[in-house]
């Protein structure tokens, strides 16, 4: 041991590192990363969703404006209230494949109840692909 008169003594044996700790978690890690190997090499089957086709044609659409008088227009030609039903039902039966869709342009002053007859005709005609559209 070194001693002088300004300083303190050196002792040698604080110099090593301790490695016992660093070793004993090394240890666990490689443990660890044995039993998680076999693990993580394992595939699991799966099927993604896959893209739907791009469609060119779209679907015919019909447009059916209720005025605040309560009238009807079917594709701009005025229509009475009581010819929807079968109008309907003709476009229905069309194209069973692509139905078309049909745009209701409610006026906001018309009235709800002819709104609410108009869509139970359509529910009841199996128009299920209904738009409300706005101006």
């Known amino acids: 041991m070194a001693v002088s008169a300004f300083t303190q003594p050196i002792d040698r044996d604080f110099a090593d590192i301790?490695?016992?700790?660093?070793?004993?978690?090394?240890?666990?890690?490689?443990?660890?990363?044995?039993?998680?190997?076999?693990?993580?090499?394992?595939?699991?089957?799966?099927?993604?969703?896959?893209?739907?086709?791009?469609?060119?044609?779209?679907?015919?659409?019909?447009?059916?404006?209720?005025?605040?008088?309560?009238?009807?227009?079917?594709?701009?030609?005025?229509?009475?209230?009581?010819?929807?039903?079968?109008?309907?039902?003709v476009e229905a039966q069309r194209d069973a494949k692509r139905p078309p869709v049909l745009e209701i342009d409610a006026s906001g002053d018309a009235d709800y109840g002819v709104v609410t007859r108009v869509l139970a005709q359509a529910r009841s005609a199996r128009l299920d692909n209904i738009a409300f559209v706005q101006r």
């Open 18 to 89: 301790n490695i016992t700790p660093l070793v004993d978690v090394m240890l666990v890690l490689l443990i660890i990363f044995m039993v998680a190997a076999p693990t993580l090499t394992k595939s699991v089957e799966f099927n993604l969703p896959q893209p739907a086709p791009h469609i060119v044609d779209p679907p015919q659409r019909i447009h059916l404006a209720i005025l605040a008088d309560g009238s009807v227009t079917w594709n701009g030609a005025a229509q009475p209230f009581s010819a929807l039903q079968s109008l309907m039902e």
